[in-house]
């Protein structure tokens, strides 16, 4: 029994905690957090992240946002932008990024965002900032070929 343990148990041990060692030094400088099974759905997540996504608007003036989540701890930022991308064609160029939507939730907040945002055709930029939230959070967005 002694002799399993010491050619496998040992460093089996060593391992798991130079790897919370690891996780734990370099979570404390990426915002990465060490869960507990129980309570958490992973062992290591991030918890500080930005988010982006782009859609054209080719053929409506209309954007639809769906965005929805529980702010368990921490806060989220949501951001919408529009800029007139630069046109080859009409030799126009592009518009500097303008906030058309900009909204923030704190810790116990229910996110429920369904808006129709209209500005114009042109680029919509949803940018979602996670700083300390962790959790589940679902955007819907129409795909480029629908607008």
Request: aromatic share 14%; hydrophobic share 40%; net charge neutral.
């Amino acid at each position: 029994m002694q002799l399993l343990y010491t050619l496998i148990m040992r460093p089996l041990l060593q391992f798991f905690g130079f790897l919370f060692i690891v996780f734990f030094i370099v979570g404390e400088l990426q915002g990465w957090y060490v869960g507990i099974p129980a309570e958490t759905p992973m062992f290591l997540y991030k918890a500080d992240h930005i988010a982006s996504s782009s859609r054209t608007a080719k053929f409506e003036d209309s954007f639809p946002l769906s965005f929805k989540g529980n702010v368990k701890r921490g806060e989220v930022l949501v951001e919408v932008m529009f800029n007139i991308p630069a046109s080859f064609q009409g030799q126009k160029n592009a518009t500097s990024p303008v906030g058309i939507y900009h909204k923030t939730f704190y810790e116990g907040d229910e996110i429920n965002i369904d808006e129709l945002l209209r500005k114009d055709k042109g680029r919509y930029t949803v940018r979602i900032s996670y700083a300390d939230s962790p959790g589940i959070f679902k955007l819907k967005m129409s795909n480029s070929n629908d607008l």
